[in-house]
């Protein structure tokens, strides 16, 4: 199941200034992990809109985000998927991020989840690829 995560949907036909291209794999937004590591920016604009929400949905979202963050994913993921799985890093990173952002606003809501955080950075870091440099240096910053 592993391998699923990272494998493109099949290819599928795509006009590109008047030539098809179908060989071009094409990946949905949901299954994206670029798209997934700009969601905590997203998620902290709604937040600035919708204030008045935020009480009721903070925990139940820094426990998601810290269930993202405990998933462990091998770094030895073939030549082929190296880019995926950069992707993957980077989305994690993201999400640490934004979590230690509302670790600054609502200190009593992650009081439960503070174990958790040290584990999950060690665990970025173990799975942090060679030559990931710029990720190993975001997890550090964050």
């Not at 073939?78 to 952002?101: E, I």
């Not at 670790?103 to 992650?110: L, R, Y």
């Amino acid at each position: 199941q592993q391998q699923d995560m990272f494998q493109p949907q099949s290819p599928q036909s795509l006009q590109f200034s008047g030539q098809t291209l179908s060989s071009v794999p094409l990946i949905s937004a949901e299954r994206s992990f670029k798209v997934l590591g700009e969601l905590p920016l997203i998620i902290m604009l709604l937040f600035q809109v919708y204030h008045k929400h935020v009480q009721g949905t903070i925990a139940v979202l820094i426990d998601l985000m810290i269930e993202s963050l405990k998933l462990n994913i091998e770094p030895t993921v073939p030549q082929h998927l190296q880019l995926r799985y950069n992707d993957f890093m980077a989305a994690q990173v993201k999400t640490l991020s934004f979590l230690t952002y509302l670790g600054k606003q609502f200190s009593e809501v992650m009081k439960p989840f503070r174990k958790n955080i040290p584990d999950c950075i060690i665990l970025l870091l173990k799975n942090c690829p060679v030559k990931g440099h710029s990720i190993r240096r975001d997890i550090l910053v964050a």
